[in-house]
Structures are given as structure tokens and as C-alpha cells.
């Protein structure tokens, strides 16, 4: 008996929605590790968006590598190369 992750892996596969459904799971885990303080907006190649707002922008930035560490350890591995913050109005 197939598993069901397997089969879905294969369908999005087919359908060409494997790089938006894994972004998706990307940013559903990086929104985990950041607990509220900023929402993941957008994952490309790598690159992960993180929308801060504005009192929290420089602590965050000067915080990136542990963010950055913090995220990575929660998808078990290193699928995020960098953070690009856009600060939220």
C-alpha cells in the first residue's frame, strides 16, 4: 500500500505544483518559528520573505542568522539560504 504523502508528492508533481505547495509548507513553518512576531510571505529559490513590522524591523535584521537557523531547524534541513525582510506599514 502507497502512502498518502507519496501520492500527493506525485500528483502536484504531475500537475506542476510541486514548488508552490512546497513554498507553502515553507512558510507555514517559518510563520511557526517566528510565533507571531512577523508573518512569511514569500519563498523563491532559496530566498525566504519574512513581512516585520516596523518597531521589530532592526531587531530582526540584526537577528537574521538565528532566525534564519531557527527556521532551517524546523524543516529538519537547511532549505532556506536567506531572509529578505520588507518592512510592514
Given at each position: 500500500?502507497?502512502?498518502v504523502?507519496?501520492?500527493?508528492?506525485?500528483?502536484?508533481?504531475k500537475?506542476?505544483?510541486?514548488?508552490?505547495?512546497?513554498?507553502a509548507?515553507?512558510?507555514?513553518?517559518?510563520?511557526?518559528?517566528?510565533?507571531?512576531?512577523?508573518?512569511?510571505?514569500l519563498?523563491?529559490?532559496?530566498?525566504?520573505?519574512?513581512?516585520?513590522?516596523r518597531?521589530?524591523?532592526?531587531?530582526?535584521?540584526?537577528?537574521?542568522?538565528?532566525?534564519?537557523?531557527?527556521?532551517?531547524?524546523?524543516?529538519?534541513?537547511?532549505?532556506?539560504?536567506?531572509?529578505?525582510?520588507?518592512?510592514?506599514?
Amino acid at each position: 500500500m502507497e502512502k498518502v504523502e507519496s501520492i500527493l508528492k506525485r500528483c502536484l508533481k504531475k500537475r506542476g505544483l510541486g514548488k508552490s505547495a512546497q513554498a507553502a509548507f515553507i512558510c507555514q513553518k517559518a510563520d511557526q518559528a517566528l510565533r507571531g512576531i512577523a508573518q512569511a510571505v514569500l519563498y523563491k529559490d532559496g530566498v525566504l520573505t519574512i513581512l516585520v513590522p516596523r518597531e521589530y524591523s532592526f531587531q530582526m535584521q540584526a537577528e537574521s542568522q538565528k532566525w534564519l537557523a531557527e527556521i532551517n531547524k524546523k524543516l529538519k534541513k537547511d532549505e532556506i539560504k536567506r531572509i529578505r525582510f520588507r518592512v510592514d506599514n
